[in-house]
């Protein structure tokens, strides 16, 4: 085994927030060990994808047979360890998205690894791997140590800075590898439209909870996100009426986001959606119970009916625009 640091990423997200905050832990881990960091990028990589990477990391490996065109949990899996296998590092990273959440227990197993979901901190003691994550619904910090190698760890990325660019560019090689035969086929591809700003790497963002009532309420938040070059979420139970699609939940089972204000309107506050917003830099809130969790944990809040002011904070933000 060795020091290495070995991070995992999928080819279709490109070096995007998530990679980049992946690379962010990874080196940061791999320096603390006295290693190096490589990347492995499974999936058919644009160039500027694996340019991107080679800048931070000390070496790539890219496994873009026809078989990983497209992503299957089988034989992403099945790289991913191959690759895994031949470096033995000490620690194996992936992001908050997907594939990470899906196949770090799977990876752990294969490689007889600790597995950890959910990493916010990552640091070395006396040899041995810790990391930090919330619990409690975000109200204390659980830190564990992990025993077996390598550890296996999906991080939340957004919260690590980008790494920093190393000099000259990691060699890249292409990896072939023995794929299994997958169990499963894509018979259907449904791209959902993407409205307005993307909620994943919004500076600005306004969610919606169950409390505005119905789905015209979020034309309004619509509105108030244009004004703001803001992104727009809500609750799950806001999704789960069919008032928004799906990705626009936030929380432990939706997107976990970390932008620098986040605006939750009509929203409680319950611990599952406060998993997603732990990492906002401000939280405010408009809610129309004062005893509403979600006022204590923000920063400013307003306690009112979201109606008298939603339409007065557009017109006054328009005002100061022109
Ligand atoms: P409610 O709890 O119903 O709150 C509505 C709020 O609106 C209230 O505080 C009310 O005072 C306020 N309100 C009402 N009318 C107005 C008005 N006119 N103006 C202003 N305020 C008003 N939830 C998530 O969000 N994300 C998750 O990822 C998630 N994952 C979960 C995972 C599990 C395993 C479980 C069990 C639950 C999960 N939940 C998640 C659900 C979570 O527990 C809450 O049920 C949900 O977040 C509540 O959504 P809400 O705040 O919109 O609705």
């Not at 490996?61 to 033995?88: G, H, K, W």
Request: hydrophobic share 45%; net charge negative; charged share 25%.
């Amino acid at each position: 085994m060795s020091n290495d640091v070995v991070i995992c990423l999928s080819a279709s997200s490109g070096y995007d927030r998530v990679a980049q905050g992946v690379a962010g832990a990874g080196r940061e881990l791999a320096d603390e060990l006295g290693g190096s960091l490589c990347a492995v990028i499974v999936g058919a990589a644009a160039d500027e994808t694996v340019s991107g990477v080679a800048a931070v990391a000390d070496a790539v490996i890219v496994a873009d047979q026809p078989e990983l065109a497209d992503y299957q949990t089988e034989s992403y899996l099945a790289a991913f360890e191959q690759t895994c296998r031949q470096l033995e590092p000490a620690a194996v990273l992936l992001g908050s998205d997907t594939v990470g959440l899906e196949l770090t227990p799977r990876l752990a197993a294969r490689l007889g690894g600790s597995p950890m979901s959910d990493g916010t901190g990552l640091r070395v003691v006396d040899g041995a791997i810790r990391v930090t994550r919330s619990a409690y619904g975000g109200k204390a910090e659980a830190v564990f140590e992990l025993k077996r190698s390598p550890a296996v760890v999906w991080v939340r990325a957004r919260g690590f800075e980008p790494a920093p660019p190393t000099g000259d560019g990691a060699a890249v090689e292409r990896a072939a590898l023995e794929l299994p035969v997958a169990a499963t086929r894509i018979v259907e591809r449904h791209v959902e439209e993407q409205e307005g700003i993307p909620l994943d790497d919004a500076r600005l963002v306004v969610g919606g909870g169950r409390g505005l009532g119905g789905a015209e309420p979020f034309d309004d938040l619509r509105s108030l996100a244009a004004v703001m070059k803001a992104a727009v979420g809500a609750s799950r139970s806001a999704c789960d009426e069919g008032w928004v699609p799906p990705s626009y939940q936030i929380g432990q089972t939706g997107k976990k986001i970390a932008p620098e204000l986040y605006l939750a309107v009509a929203i409680s506050g319950a611990a599952q959606h406060m998993l997603g917003v732990s990492d906002a830099k401000a939280l405010c809130a408009i809610n129309t119970d004062p005893e509403a969790p979600i006022f204590r944990n923000c920063h400013f809040g307003i306690v009112e009916d979201y109606r008298k002011v939603v339409p007065p904070l557009i017109e006054r933000l328009r005002e100061l625009k022109q």
